[in-house]
T-cell receptor, first 117, second 109 residues
Framework: DTEVTQTPKHLVMGMTNKKSLKCEQH?????MYWYKQKAKKPPELMFV???????INESVPSRFSPECPNSSLLNLHLHALQPEDSALYLC????????????????FGAGSRLTVL | GEDVEQSLFLSVREGDSSVINCTYT??????LYWYKQEPGAGLQLLTY?????DMKQDQRLTVLLNKKDKHLSLRIADTQTGDSAIYFC?????????FGKGTMLLVSP
């Protein structure tokens, strides 16, 4: 299995809703990432998990709450979002979170397209 | 902070070569990457180059790196309509990737 699977593919939510995005990989990767991508922009890093521990939080608002229940799963819990949070949310994974043992090649999922009304 | 710049748009005819350019500022970059994103999809790694190399070839793809000028390019030979996509260069120092803004490649028949 060489894929990163993200669910749901599309999500529409109101500003008072609570929802979650899910990401799964079975490649034995020990680093997992959440990126946010607005239209016609590059992906922006949100969070990095390394060996199931949060290692990087790029000053993301607390209405986004990541969770890594085990080495194969990564969730992003959403609560009280704003319309400007509408974007494509990309999950990625890699062998490790550094380049100390070689290129840090990220495998991306297809993304979850989020619309906040 | 780190900065990665790319031209935003390139249009070529099918069968021509495409060259996408990228400049970066982080002198500590160990690897530089090219990713491809098709509409509605995630990013797909095309190739990468170690910073002490100046060229890497992989089938139709040739990556050139000028470390002195911090300039990276991706050449696609015999460009096909299926190559139409957004191409992102990215550099990496110790940990996270910094992506350029992406170059939209449009290939016309």
């Amino acid at each position: 299995d060489t894929e990163v699977t993200q669910t749901p593919k599309h999500l529409v939510m109101g500003m008072t809703n609570k929802k979650s995005l899910k990401c799964e990989q079975h490649m034995g990767h020990r680093a997992m990432y959440w990126y946010k991508q607005k239209a016609k922009k590059p992906p922006e890093l949100m969070f990095v998990y390394s060996y199931e521990k949060l290692s990087i939080n790029e000053s993301v608002p607390s209405r986004f709450s990541p969770e890594c229940p085990n080495s194969s799963l990564l969730n992003l819990h959403l609560h009280a979002l704003q319309p400007e949070d509408s974007a494509l949310y990309l999950c990625a994974s890699s062998q490790e979170a550094t380049t100390l043992s070689g290129a840090n090649v990220l495998t991306f999922g297809a993304g979850s397209r989020l619309t906040v009304l | 902070g780190e900065d990665v710049e790319q031209s935003l748009f390139l249009s070529v005819r099918e069968g021509d070569s495409s060259v996408i350019n990228c400049t970066y500022t982080d002198s500590s970059s160990t690897y530089l990457y090219w990713y491809k994103q098709e509409p509605g999809a995630g990013l797909q790694l095309l190739t990468y180059i170690f910073s002490n190399m100046d060229m890497k070839q992989d089938q139709r793809l040739t990556v050139l790196l000028n470390k002195k000028d911090k300039h990276l390019s991706l050449r696609i030979a015999d460009t096909q309509t299926g190559d139409s996509a957004i191409y992102f260069c990215a550099d990496e120092g110790y940990s996270t990737l910094t992506f350029g803004k992406g170059t939209m490649l449009l290939v016309s028949p």
